[in-house]
């Protein structure tokens, strides 16, 4: 991958025809350490929200070595990328074939369910294996997070004392449980309700548990978005961990994605033409953008203009726009709005922030299009949950009175309470 100081430097070296999209492997440095430090317990990256190598081999040189994945691809990408490192499988429903193929060519031993059938497949596909780490999967009530989760997966709780009584049964391993609040938790009191909640399951199954993976869901920053600081959420699962019914030596594990990669990635986008407040790109929700069609989050967006050494980005008077993308679908739309300077053009410029999380992943080639070049840079991005010095997210005025304090936000508060617990 070439190099660059900012995106605009590629700008100014060419004229690229086909998106470009922008690796920052400092900003997942940084996010990398600082759960590292903050979090009580085990760092567990979800694959799915990142699969790209370079975040892989930049999470494991930066100390995180644990993933979850959810998948034989995603096993074999963090064996080729992180050699050596943790894998929980943490998928609540899979093939007996790719559960025998993770325990007995990877070596991975823990593995999430949610139903005595599922439970059992994975006992038969390992062959009664003893050594197992098994995580039950609840189904939690949760409010404040973007995406809700607790439709598809998690055993109700009042089955669950069943369930981690035969789960506990099963495996002279480790026993644990495992909840999600939901994608893009916008409430950290959300992780206390929910542990509340294992914790009466736990108690109401008179078992022990070892583990208590409370998942993922912290949050990113987005226009119109902007959670709370991220050590209140830390502070939060402490909390809610310190009430819990468990043991002295019972680890606590999260499973951060889009806290640990949203800020690390954006998307170069060529203006092909304008209709009115639509802009037609080169990009679109087939590719790097589901997001912005499909739940019409309106990420941060720069403007850059020109050829060479004349390119600059273009400021002034702004407006909003919104966004279609390349292909011949209907769908392939982004309502934003977009806040853009009113002058866009033809041949212009668009650079699309805070996509490193799901954008890459859920990218086509539908139509033919969606092919990506990828260009590493070392400038902040657009907003930051870790007090990296990004720009405002420019909303004008009127439309951010919900938005404070998007730019340059504090550094992290210092650290979250020690929990009573080893790690």
């Given at each position: 991958?070439?190099?660059?100081?900012?995106?605009?430097?590629?700008?100014?070296?060419?004229?690229?025809?086909?998106?470009?999209?922008?690796?920052?492997?400092?900003?997942?440095?940084?996010?990398?350490?600082?759960?590292?430090?903050k979090f009580e317990g085990d760092v567990f990256y979800a694959v799915k929200a990142n699969p790209s190598p370079w975040v892989i081999e930049t999470l494991a040189k930066n100390g995180v070595m644990a993933f979850d994945v959810a998948s034989i691809p995603e096993i074999e990408l963090v064996a080729a990328h992180?050699?050596?490192?943790?894998?929980?499988?943490?998928?609540?429903?899979?093939?007996?074939?790719?559960?025998?193929?993770?325990?007995?060519?990877?070596?991975?031993?823990?593995?999430?369910?949610?139903?005595?059938?599922?439970?059992?497949?994975?006992?038969?596909?390992?062959?009664?294996?003893?050594?197992?780490?098994?995580?039950?999967?609840?189904?939690?009530?949760?409010?404040?997070?973007?995406?809700?989760?607790?439709?598809?997966?998690?055993?109700?709780?009042?089955?669950?004392?069943?369930?981690?009584?035969?789960?506990?049964?099963?495996?002279?391993?480790?026993?644990?449980?495992?909840?999600?609040?939901?994608?893009?938790?916008?409430?950290?009191?959300?992780?206390?309700?929910?542990?509340?909640?294992?914790?009466?399951?736990?108690?109401?199954?008179?078992?022990?548990?070892?583990?208590?993976?409370?998942?993922?869901?912290?949050?990113?920053?987005?226009?119109?978005?902007?959670?709370?600081?991220?050590?209140?959420?830390?502070?939060?699962?402490?909390?809610?961990?310190?009430?819990?019914?468990?043991?002295?030596?019972?680890?606590?594990?999260?499973?951060?994605?889009?806290?640990?990669?949203?800020?690390?990635?954006?998307?170069?986008?060529?203006?092909?033409?304008?209709?009115?407040?639509?802009?037609?790109?080169?990009?679109?929700?087939?590719?790097?953008?589901?997001?912005?069609?499909?739940?019409?989050?309106?990420?941060?967006?720069?403007?850059?203009?020109?050829?060479?050494?004349?390119?600059?980005?273009?400021?002034?008077?702004?407006?909003?726009?919104?966004?279609?993308?390349?292909?011949?679908?209907?769908?392939?739309?982004?309502?934003?709005?977009?806040?853009?300077?009113?002058?866009?053009?033809?041949?212009?410029?668009?650079?699309?922030?805070?996509?490193?999380?799901?954008?890459?992943?859920?990218?086509?080639?539908?139509?033919?299009?969606?092919?990506?070049?990828?260009?590493?840079?070392?400038?902040?991005?657009?907003?930051?949950?870790?007090?990296?010095?990004?720009?405002?997210?420019?909303?004008?005025?009127?439309?951010?009175?919900?938005?404070?304090?998007?730019?340059?936000?504090?550094?992290?508060?210092?650290?979250?309470?020690?929990?009573?617990?080893?790690?």
């Amino acid at each position: 991958m070439h190099t660059y100081q900012k995106p605009l430097d590629l700008v100014r070296e060419r004229s690229p025809e086909r998106p470009v999209a922008f690796a920052r492997p400092d900003a997942v440095a940084v996010a990398a350490r600082w759960f590292q430090d903050k979090f009580e317990g085990d760092v567990f990256y979800a694959v799915k929200a990142n699969p790209s190598p370079w975040v892989i081999e930049t999470l494991a040189k930066n100390g995180v070595m644990a993933f979850d994945v959810a998948s034989i691809p995603e096993i074999e990408l963090v064996a080729a990328h992180a050699p050596g490192a943790r894998m929980a499988f943490m998928h609540p429903v899979k093939s007996r074939k790719a559960i025998a193929q993770a325990y007995f060519d990877f070596g991975v031993k823990t593995f999430a369910l949610d139903t005595h059938e599922e439970l059992q497949k994975i006992l038969e596909a390992t062959k009664g294996a003893r050594d197992l780490t098994l995580m039950v999967r609840l189904a939690v009530v949760a409010e404040g997070a973007s995406y809700s989760l607790s439709g598809k997966f998690g055993v109700d709780l009042h089955e669950a004392p069943a369930l981690l009584l035969a789960a506990r049964a099963a495996t002279e391993g480790k026993m644990g449980v495992s909840f999600h609040v939901g994608s893009q938790c916008m409430r950290p009191t959300a992780y206390q309700a929910a542990m509340a909640q294992a914790s009466r399951a736990i108690v109401r199954a008179g078992v022990m548990v070892d583990i208590v993976d409370v998942g993922g869901g912290f949050p990113s920053i987005y226009p119109g978005m902007v959670p709370p600081d991220m050590v209140d959420y830390v502070d939060s699962i402490q909390r809610g961990f310190a009430d819990m019914m468990v043991h002295e030596e019972t680890e606590l594990w999260c499973e951060p994605g889009r806290a640990l990669v949203a800020e690390a990635s954006s998307i170069l986008t060529k203006v092909e033409l304008r209709k009115g407040e639509a802009l037609y790109l080169n990009d679109g929700s087939y590719g790097s953008l589901f997001d912005a069609a499909h739940v019409k989050w309106p990420f941060p967006v720069k403007l850059y203009r020109g050829e060479g050494d004349a390119a600059h980005e273009v400021e002034g008077p702004l407006k909003p726009f919104r966004f279609y993308g390349p292909t011949c679908d209907s769908l392939d739309h982004m309502p934003g709005p977009f806040w853009l300077p009113e002058d866009i053009r033809e041949g212009d410029y668009v650079e699309i922030g805070m996509l490193g999380a799901y954008g890459v992943a859920m990218n086509t080639r539908f139509n033919g299009f969606g092919d990506a070049e990828t260009a590493v840079v070392h400038d902040a991005p657009m907003a930051s949950m870790f007090g990296l010095a990004g720009r405002t997210i420019r909303v004008p005025r009127e439309s951010q009175e919900d938005e404070r304090k998007v730019v340059r936000l504090s550094r992290p508060k210092g650290r979250a309470g020690k929990s009573r617990r080893k790690r």
